[in-house]
């Protein structure tokens, strides 16, 4: 086998049928254990490990689960993606119409909410179950650029035989995620699909700038909230004495009294009126406002309250890390990147430098700059709890890391040297 894998730049300068031949050679090699002829794109080999771990079958489809048209509705109003289809579609559905491709638009757990077009690609896809309410995870069909993306968080363009499942072959599509601005959520994937005639590598960078259009216009809504919740919480925050602060429901600042702004306040996902302790600020009584909540500081923050650490590995792609103190405590989900920090620092209570972490998650030390600024953002979450130089957390925090069950899902889909040298000695003890 050569040490090159396949890219789509060597795909596209190949007659269409002898490339669709050799992508067949490399999945039937592949999946036969045997050598097949040229190494697949890593993302693709990546992603048929994972599938043959979930026993999805390559000669069909494991299931086709469908929304009942009250659940499709529901999720359709209910997903932030409503908020920017129009624009997704104005970008998408003229080109892919044109070039006979459809334009599909799925939540993050692959369920198909939109899906526009070319008529005739609309009916062959209603062959292969790629049609409103179905679900295209990679658990339920294996490779495909919309549950591949979704797995790896990253743009995807799967074309052929690089799709697992037998019957999926015959197609192309390109896939790329669309991030919350607002916390980082994964909200779902903009996907281009049809004949896999219709194979283009410019594909997949058209459909990352849609996704990327889609998350400036989501921005662009979050600041105007903001702009709102602003012009209500400033006459009031005006009349409380001490300190206070006025944040969305996500947690943005949109005003603040009595104390040095910040940008952003982690706060627990089903927050209620009542009284709630922060790591941050100490005690808080906390008020409902027109978007968003008012925190009155009730008490200084005890410069010893946080004392126990949970960062929480075991659920697929729900992360989470748990703040407890003597005042109370504080959970948080994760995003991808700042579970695998925070779990490289569990592991290594000596600490880390900037360019140790660097190596550690990238394996490149010299992107010193880029660990500067995620570990500034995982600092602002857990303040009292993380030191830095070197980054390391606090020596009287006691720190628990629940891991999976299988040491192969500890973080399955992260490229990190210092996680994937952990998933193969089985884990390390924190």
Same mark, same amino acid.
């Given at each position: 086998?050569?040490?090159?894998?396949?890219?789509?730049?060597?795909?596209?300068?190949?007659? @269409?049928?002898?490339?669709?031949?050799?992508?067949?050679?490399?999945?039937?090699?592949?999946?036969?254990?045997?050598?097949?002829?040229?190494?697949?794109?890593?993302?693709?080999?990546?992603?048929?490990?994972?599938?043959?771990?979930?026993?999805?079958?390559?000669?069909?489809?494991?299931?086709? @689960?469908?929304?009942?048209?009250?659940?499709?509705?529901?999720?359709?109003?209910?997903?932030?993606?409503?908020?920017?289809?129009?624009?997704?579609?104005?970008?998408?559905?003229?080109?892919?119409?044109?070039?006979?491709?459809?334009?599909?638009?799925? !939540?993050?757990?692959?369920?198909?909410?939109?899906?526009?077009?070319?008529?005739?690609?609309?009916?062959?896809?209603?062959?292969?179950?790629?049609?409103?309410?179905?679900?295209?995870?990679?658990?339920?069909?294996?490779?495909?650029?919309?549950?591949?993306?979704?797995?790896?968080?990253?743009?995807?363009?799967?074309?052929?035989?690089?799709?697992?499942?037998?019957?999926?072959?015959?197609?192309? =599509? @390109?896939?790329? *995620?669309?991030?919350? *601005?607002?916390?980082?959520?994964?909200?779902?994937?903009? !996907?281009?699909?049809?004949?896999?005639?219709?194979?283009? *590598?410019?594909?997949?960078?058209?459909?990352?700038?849609?996704?990327?259009?889609?998350?400036?216009?989501?921005? /662009?809504?979050?600041?105007?909230?903001?702009?709102?919740?602003?012009?209500?919480?400033?006459?009031?925050?005006?009349?409380?004495?001490?300190?206070?602060?006025?944040?969305?429901?996500?947690?943005?600042?949109?005003?603040?009294?009595?104390?040095?702004?910040?940008?952003?306040?982690? &706060?627990?996902?089903?927050?209620?009126?009542?009284?709630?302790?922060?790591?941050?600020?100490?005690? =808080?009584?906390?008020?409902?406002?027109?978007?968003?909540?008012? &925190?009155?500081? /009730?008490?200084?923050?005890?410069?010893?309250?946080?004392?126990?650490?949970? &960062?929480?590995?075991?659920?697929?792609?729900?992360?989470?890390?748990?703040?407890?103190?003597?005042?109370?405590?504080?959970?948080?989900? &994760?995003?991808?990147?700042?579970?695998?920090?925070?779990?490289?620092?569990?592991?290594?209570?000596?600490?880390?430098?900037?360019?140790?972490?660097?190596? !550690?998650?990238?394996?490149?030390?010299?992107?010193?700059?880029?660990?500067?600024?995620?570990?500034?953002?995982?600092?602002?979450?857990?303040?009292?709890?993380?030191?830095?130089?070197?980054?390391?957390?606090?020596?009287?925090?006691?720190?628990?890391?629940?891991?999976?069950?299988?040491?192969? !899902?500890?973080?399955?889909?992260?490229?990190?040297? @210092?996680?994937?040298?952990?998933?193969?000695?089985?884990? =390390?003890?924190?």
């Amino acid at each position: 086998m050569k040490d090159t894998p396949l890219d789509l730049s060597r795909l596209m300068a190949m007659d @269409a049928r002898q490339a669709m031949r050799l992508l067949q050679r490399v999945r039937e090699a592949s999946l036969a254990g045997d050598r097949p002829p040229v190494a697949p794109r890593p993302v693709i080999g990546a992603s048929w490990q994972r599938v043959r771990r979930l026993g999805v079958s390559p000669d069909r489809q494991s299931g086709r @689960a469908v929304l009942a048209p009250e659940e499709l509705e529901h999720h359709r109003r209910t997903s932030a993606l409503g908020e920017v289809m129009r624009g997704i579609s104005d970008g998408l559905t003229g080109i892919a119409d044109a070039s006979l491709q459809i334009l599909v638009v799925c !939540d993050a757990q692959g369920r198909v909410l939109w899906r526009e077009g070319n008529t005739r690609v609309l009916r062959r896809a209603d062959g292969i179950s790629l049609a409103e309410g179905a679900v295209w995870s990679e658990r339920m069909t294996g490779t495909n650029a919309i549950g591949t993306a979704l797995a790896a968080r990253v743009p995807v363009q799967v074309h052929s035989a690089e799709h697992f499942v037998r019957p999926l072959t015959p197609w192309t =599509c @390109a896939a790329a *995620p669309v991030h919350d *601005p607002r916390d980082g959520r994964l909200l779902g994937v903009v !996907d281009v699909s049809g004949p896999a005639s219709g194979f283009h *590598p410019t594909t997949l960078a058209l459909v990352t700038s849609v996704a990327r259009l889609a998350e400036s216009g989501l921005r /662009e809504r979050h600041l105007r909230a903001v702009e709102r919740l602003r012009a209500v919480a400033a006459p009031i925050l005006c009349r409380v004495g001490g300190r206070a602060v006025a944040v969305d429901t996500h947690g943005w600042t949109a005003a603040v009294t009595g104390m040095a702004p910040v940008d952003r306040l982690p &706060l627990p996902k089903s927050l209620r009126p009542g009284r709630l302790w922060l790591p941050s600020l100490g005690m =808080c009584a906390v008020e409902p406002l027109p978007g968003g909540w008012l &925190l009155t500081v /009730e008490e200084e923050p005890p410069p010893d309250a946080p004392r126990r650490v949970v &960062l929480d590995l075991s659920r697929p792609r729900r992360w989470s890390v748990t703040v407890s103190g003597a005042a109370g405590s504080w959970a948080r989900e &994760l995003t991808p990147r700042h579970a695998e920090l925070l779990y490289v620092l569990a592991a290594r209570r000596e600490g880390r430098s900037a360019a140790e972490l660097a190596a !550690d998650v990238f394996g490149d030390p010299t992107r010193t700059v880029t660990v500067r600024a995620e570990m500034s953002r995982v600092r602002r979450h857990l303040a009292g709890v993380l030191a830095h130089r070197p980054y390391r957390f606090s020596e009287e925090i006691e720190v628990e890391v629940v891991r999976p069950a299988h040491p192969a !899902d500890l973080l399955p889909h992260s490229t990190a040297p @210092a996680v994937a040298a952990d998933r193969v000695r089985g884990g =390390c003890e924190a």
